[in-house]
């Protein structure tokens, strides 16, 4: 009988997994059944722009959690970083709340369905995620990741309570209580890791160091978190970016149910990376390992991401067009459109859980390149043809297909191979 035996922090994690998974499935399924096509487009025309500014967060957060957990030893060295920290986040935040709201309205009012209220909502929500995710990088980095788990639990019962609340009083929704949602959500994780943060933060440094600290230390942070931009860039393009142009491009309609399909698709990516991210430890030393070991190791966890993601990606787009159909008229012109994303991602997932093994086996400047290289030929490409006319959905994917079996699965496939034979 084997028996499995999990740390605190991954029991937390595995919980937070399930609750998390479930509140994104519950919005998902509202928004499908409760909001028209031009609302669905307007809700995640929000989320993409965000996906824009989340960018340098989301590129400096391993940088805090490695610098922060070297220095658990030393209070004072760590009290150090983190009044730099402190200011750079504040920095951070508010130039995300300038940028969603100089550029961000820029992008989102030309939409039919704008309303600035739940805009305005929207962007202080996303301000407000920005500094709550350096408090809990910084506290994961204090060995209290457990405690930022269920601090996020907690964040999504108290949105999911005022979900349900704003439901009950209206008996229907909209954008704006999505907003709301996501505001209570933001306001509640930052307060509790705020206040966790505090308790737990000791500081011992002068205040005459603090500016010469501050810059030095400033300059350290970006140059350690500059690998990372290439891949965010590149994810930017082939996600928030594409997903932006088809609402300038695409009908509501197509726009809506690609918004539709796309949140399903993260909700099975998230289940599907699962395999390899439990794996990360040992992928980390899979070339000290024995040729045999290696070999087995790859290919017990290939098998098993291959498995997850043929089956998991088509019941994904099934059941979130599905529900799309159930409140909007069902186009028969959309199943074979239906059936190429399918195809277009079964694709993609199987090569990115490739690459991600290959970014934990040290092979990340790799990954940069080929997602750059491939991410920015296709945002070209495929505004291109957006712009000459000659381009519909269909073959914006069939061309996303081609340049990322041109550029992105040749270089993968070889290093992959390389990995697994030595």
């Given at each position: 009988?084997?028996?499995?035996?999990?740390?605190?922090?991954?029991?937390?994690?595995?919980?937070?997994?399930v609750?998390?998974?479930?509140s994104?499935?519950?919005?998902?399924?509202?928004?499908?059944?409760?909001?028209?096509?031009?609302?669905?487009?307007?809700?995640?025309?929000?989320?993409?722009?965000?996906?824009?500014?989340?960018?340098?967060?989301?590129?400096?957060?391993?940088?805090?959690?490695?610098?922060?957990?070297?220095?658990?030893s030393?209070?004072?060295?760590?009290?150090?970083?983190?009044?730099?920290?402190?200011?750079?986040?504040?920095?951070?935040?508010?130039?995300?709340?300038?940028?969603?709201?100089?550029?961000?309205?820029?992008?989102?009012?030309?939409?039919?369905?704008?309303?600035?209220?739940?805009?305005?909502?929207?962007?202080?929500?996303?301000?407000?995620?920005?500094?709550?995710?350096?408090?809990?990088?910084?506290?994961?980095?204090?060995?209290?990741?457990?405690?930022?788990?269920?601090?996020?639990?907690?964040?999504?019962?108290?949105?999911?309570?005022?979900?349900?609340?704003?439901?009950?009083?209206?008996?229907?929704?909209?954008?704006?209580?999505?907003?709301?949602?996501?505001?209570?959500?933001?306001f509640?994780?930052?307060?509790?890791?705020?206040?966790?943060f505090?308790?737990?933060?000791?500081?011992?440094l002068?205040?005459?160091a603090?500016?010469?600290i501050?810059?030095?230390?400033?300059?350290?942070?970006?140059l350690?978190?500059?690998?990372?931009?290439?891949?965010?860039?590149?994810?930017?393009?082939?996600?928030?970016?594409?997903?932006?142009?088809i609402?300038?491009?695409?009908?509501?309609?197509?726009?809506?149910?690609?918004?539709?399909?796309?949140?399903?698709?993260?909700?099975?990516?998230?289940?599907?990376g699962?395999?390899?991210?439990?794996?990360?430890?040992?992928?980390?030393?899979?070339?000290?390992?024995?040729?045999?070991?290696?070999?087995?190791?790859?290919?017990?966890?290939?098998?098993?991401?291959?498995?997850?993601?043929?089956?998991?990606?088509?019941?994904?787009?099934?059941?979130?067009?599905?529900?799309?159909?159930?409140?909007?008229?069902?186009?028969?012109?959309?199943?074979?459109?239906?059936?190429?994303?399918?195809?277009?991602?079964?694709?993609?997932?199987?090569?990115?859980?490739?690459?991600?093994?290959?970014?934990?086996?040290?092979?990340?400047?790799?990954?940069?390149?080929?997602?750059?290289?491939?991410?920015?030929?296709?945002a070209?490409?495929?505004?291109?043809?957006?712009?000459?006319?000659?381009?519909?959905?269909?073959?914006?994917?069939?061309?996303?297909?081609?340049?990322?079996?041109?550029?992105?699965?040749?270089?993968?496939?070889?290093?992959?191979?390389?990995?697994?034979?030595?």
């Open positions: 009988m084997v028996k499995i035996i999990l740390s605190k922090h991954e029991l937390w994690s595995l919980i937070n997994l609750f998390r998974i479930g994104k499935g519950a919005v998902l399924v509202l928004s499908a059944l409760f909001l028209n096509a031009e609302e669905l487009k307007f809700w995640y025309l929000m989320l993409a722009t965000y996906g824009i500014f989340a960018l340098i967060e989301n590129s400096l957060r391993p940088t805090v959690l490695r610098i922060l957990s070297k220095e658990n030393n209070l004072l060295k760590k009290g150090k970083w983190i009044k730099s920290l402190d200011l750079l986040y504040i920095t951070l935040a508010i130039f995300i709340l300038a940028g969603m709201g100089i550029v961000g309205t820029y992008i989102v009012s030309s939409d039919t369905s704008y309303k600035s209220s739940s805009w305005a909502l929207f962007v202080l929500a996303t301000s407000l995620l920005t500094i709550s995710g350096y408090y809990s990088a910084a506290l994961a980095a204090s060995n209290l990741l457990y405690k930022t788990q269920k601090i996020e639990i907690i964040s999504t019962v108290v949105s999911l309570i005022v979900l349900a609340i704003g439901f009950g009083i209206s008996q229907s929704v909209s954008h704006l209580l999505f907003s709301v949602y996501l505001l209570s959500f933001s509640c994780q930052a307060a509790l890791n705020y206040l966790l505090s308790k737990e933060k000791k500081l011992n002068s205040e005459s603090y500016l010469k501050t810059l030095h230390r400033l300059k350290f942070i970006f350690d978190a500059w690998p990372m931009i290439p891949s965010m860039v590149g994810y930017i393009l082939l996600s928030s970016y594409f997903f932006i142009i609402t300038k491009y695409e009908t509501s309609y197509i726009s809506a149910l690609f918004g539709v399909v796309s949140q399903a698709l993260t909700l099975a990516m998230t289940c599907t699962v395999w390899v991210s439990a794996s990360a430890a040992e992928i980390a030393r899979i070339k000290s390992c024995t040729l045999f070991e290696r070999r087995k190791k790859l290919n017990d966890i290939t098998l098993k991401t291959t498995i997850s993601i043929v089956l998991l990606v088509p019941i994904a787009v099934i059941l979130s067009a599905c529900i799309f159909f159930y409140s909007n008229e069902i186009k028969t012109d959309v199943l074979r459109l239906l059936l190429l994303i399918i195809a277009v991602y079964v694709l993609e997932a199987i090569y990115s859980s490739k690459a991600q093994i290959l970014i934990y086996a040290g092979y990340q400047a790799l990954i940069s390149r080929v997602t750059v290289t491939f991410s920015v030929i296709f070209l490409v495929a505004t291109a043809l957006f712009n000459m006319d000659i381009g519909n959905f269909e073959i914006i994917l069939v061309a996303r297909v081609a340049i990322f079996g041109i550029f992105y699965v040749p270089p993968i496939k070889n290093k992959f191979k390389e990995l697994k034979n030595g």
